[in-house]
């Protein structure tokens, strides 16, 4: 836990998804500065998707904790900060899959249905998918020294 956070950038990214997380949740409230719950009826797929990809979010920041538990279990003779880069590249591969680019296509289809956006987590979305892409990239071609 000391090591995950001496890694700023991996809190960063944590705290980002958070009020991420919390700004697409506001879609579903009734009021019309921040939300379209009058629009998006209860059970649609919209409101669905949005509850669904809000709620597997949270399991992101638990699973990097668990795969340093899970390394150190594995591998006890390794030194705790090897087990750091994996958490990092687990954090971003989780970060794309469940939050990044689901909350990307939600925006894009609740902006296109309703025409209502917010491009700053558009921008967020688009521009950490990339980032956690060549993070896992350079990690893959050159191992945990390349991240």
Do not use: H
């Not at 009058?38 to 649609?44: H, Y």
């Not at 688009?126 to 990690?139: E, G, H, L, W």
Request: with cysteine; proline share 4%; hydrophobic share 50%.
């Amino acid at each position: 836990m000391e090591l995950l956070l001496k890694e700023k950038d991996v809190i960063t990214r944590i705290v980002l998804d958070f009020v991420d997380i919390f700004n697409l949740a506001e879609i579903l409230s009734p009021n019309e500065c921040t939300g379209l719950g009058s629009f998006i009826s209860e059970g649609s797929s919209t409101e669905m998707a949005i509850q669904a990809f809000c709620t597997m979010s949270f399991v992101i920041l638990y699973s990097a904790f668990m795969v340093e538990g899970m390394w150190e279990l594995r591998e006890p003779d390794i030194p705790k900060k090897d087990a750091i880069p994996l958490a990092k590249i687990y954090v971003s591969f989780m970060s794309i899959i469940f939050q990044n680019f689901p909350f990307l296509i939600i925006r894009i289809v609740v902006w296109a249905q309703y025409k209502f956006y917010s491009l700053g987590f558009l921008v967020k979305n688009a521009i950490a998918i990339i980032f956690c892409s060549v993070s896992i990239y350079r990690f893959l071609r050159d191992g945990p020294q390349g991240i």
